[in-house]
């Protein structure tokens, strides 16, 4: 190696100042890569997990951007107490994305789904909605394969997707519904309701989608078995006969709640708010505190068909209300 000082006399340091003066030109002379072209938003459509001998598949019906959680949870508050708790929880004030996600158990003897999404005349019908079919595909698993079909309850959001094209959706499989909820939606009282409301909207497609179906029909009470493993809870109020469910396999539990949340914080925080689409408000509210809390006691897992997708996670008290926690790898082992 050499051990000469370097030398910097006046002729390198024209040559180097000529360079650098050429530079911006020889830079402009280059070629210009184009940027990979913008992709836009992207998700997953199904979450899939093992729950003991079970095996449990969350699946994507729609994805929209609403107005809200006003007046949809805390329709009974000023607008902008709302709009202060989505901020101090770093969420858009006037706009919110709810969750519409089926719940795909395979018990190994059934394939059991829990509610059908929008479908074509839904609360999000297509294109932002009425994907079910499509995410089961992508999920791995086609619509003549479900064995049983769990209505939560009778809103056009739950039962939109049971008919495609005018035909049933999932046509080997059996119905089941709540013994109320079926009897409610069945009578006149419901379709009687004015033409606008999201009551008589759901009396008539009851009877478009559902009640057809009425020879594949079964109905259970609250603490009665769908299947073995899968248990009705009471869940009043948001409709008259609305249930969520216990599923328990090997000792793992799960909680599909239905509606028992529209947003998972504003629901969860203020759990005495009243919800615009709760049809007996006070009952919903207090449906609201009693399934949290038992969320949150026993530690379970919950399906929870409006938060965000993949609409899995648990709930622990917080003051005087409650917090949901998106699950992270909770259910991965």
């Not at 805390?74 to 901020?87: I, N």
């Not at 086609?142 to 209505?151: C, E, F, T």
């Not at 609201?288 to 897992?301: G, N, V």
């Amino acid at each position: 190696m050499s051990t000469r000082p370097l030398r910097f006399d006046r002729r390198t340091a024209l040559i180097s100042a000529a360079a650098l003066i050429a530079a911006p030109a020889l830079l402009r002379a280059a070629p210009v890569w184009a940027k990979a072209p913008i992709r836009g938003a992207a998700s997953p459509v199904f979450r899939r997990f093992r729950l003991g001998a079970f095996e449990v598949t969350t699946l994507l019906d729609a994805s929209a951007m609403i107005d809200g959680p006003w007046p949809i949870v805390g329709e009974d508050r000023p607008a902008a107490e709302v709009e202060q708790l989505m901020h101090a929880n770093l969420l858009p004030e006037n706009k919110f994305r709810p969750g519409f996600s089926p719940t795909l158990i395979n018990t190994g003897t059934d394939l059991v789904l829990f509610d059908a999404g929008n479908g074509e005349n839904g609360f999000v019908p297509p294109p932002n909605g009425g994907w079910l079919v499509k995410s089961l595909a992508a999920a791995g698993y086609s619509a003549d394969q479900v064995d049983v079909v769990v209505v939560t309850h009778a809103h056009p959001d739950h039962i939109g997707g049971l008919l495609v094209d005018g035909r049933p959706a999932f046509p080997n499989a059996r119905y089941v519904v709540g013994e109320e909820e079926y009897r409610f939606w069945k009578s006149d009282e419901a379709l009687s309701a004015p033409k606008e409301s999201n009551e008589h909207k759901s009396a008539l497609m009851f009877r478009t989608h559902l009640l057809p179906q009425a020879e594949r029909t079964s109905f259970v009470k609250p603490g009665e078995d769908v299947t073995h493993g899968i248990v009705a809870v009471e869940a009043y109020g948001h409709t008259p006969g609305h249930l969520a469910f216990h599923v328990e396999s090997e000792g793992k539990r799960l909680l599909v709640w239905g509606d028992c949340a529209h947003h998972e914080v504003a629901s969860l925080a203020r759990p005495e708010w009243h919800a615009l689409f709760d049809q007996d408000k006070a009952k919903g509210a207090a449906t609201r505190k009693k399934i949290y809390d038992m969320a949150a006691t026993d530690r379970l897992a919950v399906g929870g068909y409006h938060t965000s997708f993949p609409s899995l996670g648990y709930v622990e008290r917080r003051g005087d209300g409650y917090r949901w926690l998106p699950v992270s790898y909770q259910l991965d082992y």
